[in-house]
């Protein structure tokens, strides 16, 4: 049952709609022209907003999930306010509120709604200039206006909804903008508003650096111009491309007046140049182009490469990038390596050179810090170059893999060095990732301590979130507090990662796993295949799908995610996982030897935790290797003397066949 919807129509002059739905601000319903008084609910607006903009019918079950956190009777509540909206909504003459037994819908045909008329936007072909104008003036604020909602699905759904209309204004501004006479008075108004609403995006500045300059306002441009570079250094951003934009409109400048502008190359503006490094949030690097040191390899193929390793460590978004059109600048005036870095004012420069030996593509590659000039990593990385397709590949993924473990580590080390009260949100971070790959109840907590810290500083510091939501799931599976108290906790911290930035790869991989915690598999599946859809380099993610799919999914699936995942992160502190995962997804083939060499690799790794030495028992005793499970059984009771199979099962999530199969395992390995 679909719900008709009236969706881009303005109502002529003079005329009064029947029924007004207002929502790009203060919810205001309108009847005749005549606003109706709503009840003081947060819920009924929302739920009124919900129904709108969805446009087809929801089920009751989604709708109570949606917004009420666990009441005592979530169908009671619903039904009071589907009888408040009602009064609203419905006249005598016509019934638009919709509900049978499981489903709620509105009938807005013949409505007026603010919200659905600015989408028109994303249409092919955008509006004239005069419809663009209307569209603009529907916006009285942001969309619901102040109201807030409380539990982690309510926010998600109305966070989504703001960064909906708000890109939806955004369009409509820009369609504006470029309607409108370059020189024209009307277009300073739309791009002041441009930038309230996104204050970071740089063609809005670009636009008005360049209306600035044409009405000769170059004061102005000036002071914006520096007002500016502060604001994104704040935010621990790369001022660099705002100074390219500045210096090419005043180069545009000289050319069409004949006049001299003394701009200093890239945009290093003499009244800007006197700056205080940023202060980053995040560990800032520039990838400068590879070279290359024969004939054999076309600059084309160096160039390409150089720009795929920028475009993965951004999709990473645990790192600042520096954009790839600063660096080439800067390297095309020969200026060294650790010389750029320090004018792009980053903690590290990373640098190469591609050459061919015979049937081998070989990439020299350093890293270094550009405060002390010090070599962090360096590396000869050799790839078969008969398809050199597959080749570059191969290099982009060694590169972006060792790059980000390298500087993860090097900010891990000096975090750890660093007083806890001398901390920022970054360093807080850090010290947690430092604590929680030791992977013991202690330190675990000591990283529990560490991210709250982290999200304290700052609260949209996705990452810290979602290491939140990690150790939260570690207390579960490893059973050292209240698996259904922490298994919630995973939960809300993941939202909360997800809130903070719904593009961090981080942010679904911790909504995934807690999803898992919550036997929600399907859902937890998705969410991990979104993390690495995000990022395919994302190694936590391969290895959270691995991990999962081994025991209620794909084995076969779980093989190629554990693989995957190990090749992008052949260092990583969760490696136990990775060959443990495969070990589980062998034994669910019933491939047992394979099961068994897997597992007894991943508990040889030195961080392994309990539950993986009890995967690697119950694989050698599955294998006809028992006294080899006896071992392994004989150091988990050394550490945990009452762990036995029960343990086991209630961390991970077998079938019932499957579990039978480990209990007769399990007693031949003293684990029963």
């Not at 025991?551 to 995942?565: H, L, M, N, V, W």
């Not at 499970?629 to 003397?641: K, N, R």
Request: with cysteine.
């Amino acid at each position: 049952m679909e719900a008709p919807v009236e969706t881009v129509t303005l109502m002529k002059p003079g005329s009064t709609p029947a029924l007004e739905i207002l929502l790009l601000g203060p919810v205001e319903v309108r009847r005749d022209g005549i606003s109706l008084a709503l009840a003081r609910s947060r819920k009924l607006r929302a739920l009124l907003a919900i129904l709108v903009t969805e446009a087809r019918p929801l089920s009751r079950r989604r709708l109570c999930d949606l917004l009420w956190d666990r009441p005592n009777d979530p169908r009671a509540e619903l039904r009071w306010h589907l009888s408040k909206l009602r009064q609203i909504v419905d006249a005598p003459d016509r019934q638009r509120l919709i509900a049978d037994e499981d489903e709620i819908s509105l009938d807005l045909d013949g409505c007026v709604v603010d919200a659905l008329q600015v989408m028109e936007i994303e249409q092919n072909h955008p509006p004239a200039a005069d419809r663009l104008n209307e569209l603009s003036k529907l916006f009285r604020g942001q969309f619901l206006g102040e109201l807030t909602l409380s539990g982690p699905l309510a926010e998600q759904w109305l966070t989504a909804q703001r960064r909906k209309y708000t890109a939806c204004q955004i369009s409509i501004i820009k369609a504006l903008v470029a309607r409108l006479p370059k020189r024209s008075d009307e277009v300073a108004p739309h791009l002041e508003l441009w930038l309230d609403l996104a204050p970071f995006d740089l063609e809005a500045h670009r636009h008005l650096l360049g209306h600035l300059a044409g009405h000769g306002r170059i004061a102005e441009a000036g002071l914006h111009l520096a007002t500016t570079e502060r604001l994104f250094m704040d935010e621990g951003i790369p001022a660099v491309e705002l100074r390219q934009i500045w210096s090419t409109i005043k180069a545009e400048r000289v050319r069409t007046s004949s006049a001299t502008d003394p701009s200093p190359a890239l945009g290093m503006d003499r009244t800007t140049n006197e700056t205080s490094p940023p202060a980053m949030t995040r560990a800032a690097l520039a990838m400068m182009p590879f070279t290359v040191r024969d004939s054999k390899i076309g600059k084309g193929i160096a160039d390409g490469l150089t720009h795929d390793v920028i475009t993965r460590l951004a999709k990473l978004r645990s790192l600042s990038i520096i954009a790839r059109g600063s660096v080439y600048a800067l390297a095309a005036l020969g200026i060294p390596d650790t010389e750029a870095g320090r004018r792009l004012k980053v903690d590290y420069v990373a640098s190469g050179s591609l050459h061919r030996v015979g049937p081998i593509l070989r990439l020299d590659i350093e890293l270094t810090e550009t405060r002390s000039e010090r070599i962090v990593w360096a590396e000869t990385c050799d790839v078969p170059a008969d398809d050199m397709l597959e080749a570059l590949d191969a290099l982009g993924n060694r590169i972006v893999a060792a790059l980000t473990g390298e500087i993860e580590q090097a900010e891990r080390n000096r975090a750890i060095l660093r007083a806890p009260s001398s901390l920022d949100a970054w360093g807080a971070h850090h010290r947690g990732l430092w604590h929680m790959y030791r992977f013991t109840k202690e330190n675990n907590a000591r990283a529990q301590h560490f991210f709250d810290l982290a999200v304290t500083l700052d609260p949209t510091f996705s990452r810290a979130h979602a290491g939140l939501s990690f150790t939260h799931w570690q207390n579960a599976f490893q059973n050292w507090s209240d698996p259904g108290r922490e298994a919630e906790l995973a939960y809300v911290a993941a939202a909360q990662s997800l809130l903070a930035d719904e593009q961090d790869p981080a942010a679904h991989w911790a909504m995934g796993r807690a999803l898992w915690l919550r036997k929600q598999h399907g859902q937890a599946v998705a969410e991990l295949r979104e993390s690495v859809n995000l990022s395919p380099n994302f190694a936590l993610g391969h290895y959270s799908l691995a991990f999962v799919e081994s025991q209620t999914g794909d084995p076969t699936e779980a093989i190629k995610a554990s693989d995957r995942s190990r090749m992008l992160s052949p260092y990583d502190p969760l490696m136990f996982g990775m060959l443990g995962s495969r070990a589980i997804a062998h034994l669910r083939l019933g491939q047992f030897e394979e099961a068994a060499d897997w597992a007894t690799q991943a508990a040889a790794r030195p961080n392994a935790h309990i539950n993986i030495l009890g995967i690697a028992a119950l694989c050698l005793a599955l294998a006809d290797r028992a006294p080899e499970g006896l071992v392994l059984a004989a150091s988990i009771h050394a550490t945990q003397p009452r762990y036995g199979i029960d343990d086991f099962l209630s961390a991970f999530h077998f079938s019932p066949s499957k579990a039978t199969l480990l209990r007769a395992a399990a007693a031949q390995v003293a684990l029963a």
